[in-house]
Structure formats: structure tokens, C-alpha cells
């Protein structure tokens, strides 16, 4: 585009914005859409037994939203409190004590509106749920043996090979590498020199949703 038809562009722009000064509001509309999903997010969530887990709930912070309040049906089950960050956004702490299912329920108000949001957790004790995990002629399956998690260095160029056990289904899977991120597909080739992670989302029998990562390089937080 030469000098005369940017200039024309940004007039044009100019005069859209003057016929319509509400059109710049997708922030508006964006944040508006958080906090009506409140904790949704966490719906249908599958965690385990001792986990403890801070998650950012940002929504809380925007102007006008107030009286935030967020409870857990069985707090035998599973115990959740509010951890304002005055340095960053407030966050929710989840603490999973014991196999079960409960209902956490989020109540705040926006510009004097009340709100009202839900989120389904089921609790377990963690269970491998990886059938076969192969890469190359090498079994990795122990990669989750212990947690969703698990770290083992591979090089190299080779297949994959990815199986749930009864029960569990795979939603989404890839590789997270230095240039961007790969789908898979079974049987065909990765070059692993270049994998940082293999990220695997996945339901169990009742539609609970969680999320396996493996770290090719190693992550200090993984277990």
C-alpha cells in the first residue's frame, strides 16, 4: 500500500470510529464475557487426592465486580478458598482431600447485578490411565506412573504411539516444540530434538476432564 492509500485507509478508520465512537469496546465485551462464565472454566474438572491448586480468577479484579464469594458443597471432599494477590490477579486455592464429587459455587455482583457460577469437580486417587505409550521401539508409559506429570528424554526422530486404558478418551493431543505446536498422529514421526512437551487432554468414563504433560526437557515443577 503506497503513502496515498494508507493515508485514505486511515481516514476511513477515522470516520467509522466518529459514525460509531462504541466500537472500540471488545475489551468491554471480552471482560463482560468472564464474568458471566465466572468459574466455569473448572466445570467438569477431574483432580487428585492431596492436590493443591491455585488458579487465577481474573474476572474478580475488573472494575464493578464485588462481594466475591465462593464455597464448596463437601468440604470433607474438597475445601476451596479466595488468595487476593494485590501484586497480580486474585486467585482460588483448591484443596482435594478425599475420592468424591463436589459442586463449587461462585456468587458476586457486577455493577450491583448478582452473579451466580458453578463448577462440577470429581476428586480421585491418581491412576495412570495411559494404556501404552510408545516412542520408537522405546515403552514410556511410566512417564505417568506416579502423576499427571512425568519427565523422559527423548531424541531424535521417531513415531509415536498413544492408547487410553478402558474408560478414558483422548480430546486433544500435541506437542508443544520450539517452533509451534504439532498435532498427533499416531504412527507418524516427531522430531523430538525439538519437543519441550507432549500434552495430552483427556475424559474419563463420566466426561471429568484433566490433562497429561510430558516434559521432554525438564520442568522443575514436574513430578
Given at each position: 500500500m503506497?503513502?496515498?492509500?494508507?493515508?485514505?485507509?486511515?481516514?476511513?478508520?477515522?470516520?467509522?470510529?466518529?459514525?460509531?465512537?462504541?466500537?472500540?469496546?471488545?475489551v468491554?465485551?471480552?471482560?463482560?464475557?468472564m464474568?458471566?462464565?465466572g468459574?466455569?472454566?473448572?466445570?467438569?474438572?477431574l483432580?487428585?487426592?492431596?492436590?493443591?491448586?491455585?488458579?487465577?480468577?481474573?474476572?474478580?479484579?475488573?472494575?464493578?465486580?464485588?462481594?466475591?464469594?465462593?464455597?464448596?458443597?463437601?468440604?470433607k471432599?474438597?475445601?476451596?478458598?479466595?488468595?487476593?494477590?494485590?501484586?497480580?490477579?486474585?486467585?482460588?486455592y483448591?484443596?482435594?482431600?478425599?475420592?468424591?464429587?463436589?459442586?463449587?459455587?461462585?456468587?458476586?455482583k457486577?455493577n450491583g447485578?448478582?452473579?451466580?457460577?458453578?463448577?462440577?469437580?470429581?476428586v480421585?486417587?491418581?491412576?495412570?490411565?495411559?494404556?501404552?505409550?510408545?516412542?520408537g521401539?522405546?515403552?514410556c508409559?511410566?512417564?505417568?506412573?506416579?502423576?499427571w506429570?512425568?519427565?523422559?528424554?527423548?531424541?531424535?526422530?521417531?513415531?509415536?504411539?498413544?492408547?487410553?486404558k478402558k474408560?478414558y478418551?483422548?480430546?486433544?493431543?500435541?506437542?508443544?516444540?520450539?517452533?509451534?505446536n504439532?498435532?498427533?498422529?499416531?504412527?507418524?514421526k516427531?522430531?523430538?530434538?525439538?519437543?519441550?512437551?507432549?500434552?495430552?487432554?483427556f475424559t474419563?468414563?463420566?466426561?471429568?476432564?484433566?490433562?497429561?504433560r510430558?516434559?521432554?526437557?525438564?520442568?522443575?515443577?514436574?513430578?
Amino acid at each position: 500500500m503506497g503513502r496515498k492509500g494508507f493515508i485514505i485507509s486511515l481516514m476511513f478508520a477515522a470516520m467509522l470510529f466518529i459514525l460509531n465512537p462504541f466500537s472500540s469496546k471488545a475489551v468491554n465485551s471480552g471482560e463482560k464475557a468472564m464474568i458471566e462464565d465466572g468459574i466455569n472454566e473448572w466445570d467438569m474438572r477431574l483432580i487428585d487426592t492431596g492436590a493443591g491448586i491455585i488458579s487465577g480468577v481474573e474476572f474478580v479484579d475488573i472494575k464493578g465486580v464485588t462481594d466475591f464469594k465462593i464455597k464448596s458443597s463437601n468440604t470433607k471432599v474438597l475445601t476451596v478458598s479466595v488468595e487476593p494477590d494485590p501484586d497480580f490477579w486474585t486467585s482460588i486455592y483448591l484443596n482435594a482431600k478425599k475420592p468424591g464429587k463436589v459442586t463449587l459455587t461462585a456468587t458476586y455482583k457486577f455493577n450491583g447485578k448478582k452473579y451466580v457460577s458453578k463448577a462440577r469437580i470429581k476428586v480421585v486417587n491418581y491412576k495412570n490411565p495411559v494404556k501404552t505409550l510408545k516412542v520408537g521401539s522405546k515403552k514410556c508409559t511410566s512417564v505417568f506412573g506416579k502423576y499427571w506429570d512425568g519427565y523422559k528424554a527423548v531424541t531424535g526422530k521417531k513415531a509415536v504411539t498413544l492408547k487410553m486404558k478402558k474408560g478414558y478418551k483422548i480430546t486433544s493431543c500435541y506437542f508443544h516444540t520450539t517452533g509451534k505446536n504439532i498435532d498427533y498422529k499416531p504412527g507418524k514421526k516427531v522430531n523430538f530434538n525439538k519437543v519441550n512437551s507432549m500434552n495430552i487432554d483427556f475424559t474419563d468414563s463420566e466426561g471429568y476432564k484433566a490433562t497429561l504433560r510430558w516434559f521432554n526437557k525438564k520442568d522443575p515443577n514436574a513430578h
